[in-house]
Structure formats: C-alpha cells, structure tokens
C-alpha cells in the first residue's frame, strides 16, 4: 500500500503556501524562526485552514480522551519553559529536532537533518541541547519532552539507541558522545517534564507532520 498522501499548509515561511510533500514543507521552513505550519488530510482541509490563522489549528491533533476530573488533577502547563521536539522520516530516516518557547512558540534552536537518525534520538538530543542552554543562560525555567524514552535516557546520561553507525550517520553518533559527555560532565538543577500530549495537544516544539 502506498504512503497516503498528506498536504501541508505554510502560515509562516518561505514562501507560506500550501505543499502536496513534506519536502516541499521542509524547504520552506528551514532556517525560519517561528516557522507556523501543519499537515492535512486533504487538500479541501488545507485550502480552508490556509484561509485562517495558524492560532486556530495549532495543539488540535489531539482528541481529548481524558475525564474532567483528570483534566483538572494534570492542570495547565507551565508557560515558563522551553519545549523540545524531534521528527523523523523513517525510522531509520532522515531526522531532525528543535526547542521552541513554550509560550511563544518562538524557536530557539534547530539541528539537522540528519542522515539515518531516528526519532528517539533526536528527541534525546533535544533534551540535552535544552538543558545546556538554560545553564549556559542560567535559567530557572522547566523543560517539557513527551518523550517518556528520551527523558529515561537522559537520566541514565545514556543514549541507549540500537541504532548502528554507519558512515552516513557518523556525524549523528559524534553528536550523540558530546550529549552523553555532557550529560556526565555537567550538573543542572532544571526540571525535566512530562508534555501532557492527551490534556494539552500536541507539543508546541511538534513539527505538524501527524
């Protein structure tokens, strides 16, 4: 079967518009800060959402599935933050991660693509990147990941991936030892959170490829 086709609408970029591929998307958000865009089932979705605001699709892939009660006990999140995030074509495939502010959504960094990565990687990755620039900037603020695997391997200041290095992803796995030796070289006292994906939508770092 083959790969159902998805369009994807541009509010922010260069140029916005509406693209049929997400290689298309890409290269019109790489390198823009802030960059607002989403994926759509069909075209008639993405010509009707391209006619609004961005402020109105952005956190709504999600369908709420929790009680009121729940809702109520997860709260809000903490807009003090940075939330970090990270896709991947394949798995392995082509990858990429960022961090944006959780409130603004304005990016903060973007590393890739990278060749033959894959999603947990990049969202380990993310995390590290995050926690060394709130220390390098001496920030209180949290961090938000929904990545249960990448914050498990943060903690154990391990990337446990079973991916295998190739020449391709040589650079990656260069990336990865920094992150590691980071982790076990450094103290920080920044707290690493949970993103409440079911209570809150998807997280404001998501790269809209869903």
């Given at each position: 079967?083959?790969?159902?086709?998805?369009y994807?609408?541009?509010?922010?970029?260069n140029p916005?518009?509406i693209?049929?591929?997400?290689?298309?998307?890409q290269?019109?958000?790489?390198?823009?800060?802030?960059?607002?865009?989403?994926?759509?089932?069909?075209?008639?979705?993405?010509e009707?959402?391209?006619?609004?605001?961005?402020?109105?699709?952005?956190?709504k892939?999600?369908?709420r599935?929790?009680?009121?009660?729940?809702?109520?006990?997860?709260?809000?999140?903490?807009l003090?933050?940075?939330s970090?995030?990270?896709?991947?074509?394949?798995?392995p495939?082509?990858?990429?991660y960022?961090?944006?502010d959780?409130?603004?959504?304005?990016?903060?960094?973007?590393?890739?693509?990278?060749?033959?990565?894959?999603?947990?990687?990049?969202?380990?990755?993310?995390?590290?990147?995050g926690?060394?620039?709130?220390?390098?900037?001496k920030?209180?603020?949290?961090?938000?990941?929904?990545?249960?695997?990448?914050?498990?391997?943060?903690?154990?200041k391990?990337?446990?991936?079973?991916?295998?290095?190739?020449?391709?992803?040589?650079?990656?796995?260069?990336?990865i030892?920094?992150a590691?030796?980071?982790?076990?070289?450094?103290?920080?006292e920044?707290?690493?959170?949970?993103?409440?994906t079911?209570?809150?939508?998807?997280?404001?770092?998501?790269f809209?490829?869903?």
């Amino acid at each position: 079967m083959g790969k159902k086709q998805k369009y994807y609408v541009v509010w922010f970029g260069n140029p916005a518009g509406i693209y049929d591929s997400w290689k298309k998307c890409q290269s019109a958000i790489n390198g823009v800060g802030g960059a607002q865009y989403k994926s759509f089932e069909t075209l008639a979705e993405a010509e009707k959402a391209y006619k609004r605001e961005y402020a109105d699709y952005k956190g709504k892939t999600t369908k709420r599935k929790l009680s009121k009660d729940q809702l109520q006990i997860i709260g809000q999140p903490n807009l003090y933050s940075i939330s970090v995030d990270a896709a991947s074509s394949g798995n392995p495939g082509i990858m990429e991660y960022r961090g944006v502010d959780t409130q603004t959504h304005k990016q903060l960094f973007h590393q890739g693509p990278f060749q033959q990565g894959t999603n947990n990687i990049g969202e380990f990755l993310a995390l590290v990147h995050g926690l060394a620039l709130l220390k390098k900037h001496k920030s209180d603020r949290i961090i938000y990941s929904d990545s249960k695997i990448a914050i498990g391997w943060v903690k154990k200041k391990k990337c446990n991936t079973k991916l295998k290095m190739t020449f391709k992803n040589k650079d990656l796995f260069d990336l990865i030892a920094r992150a590691e030796t980071w982790l076990k070289t450094n103290s920080y006292e920044t707290k690493i959170v949970k993103w409440e994906t079911k209570a809150w939508g998807e997280i404001p770092a998501d790269f809209g490829r869903k």
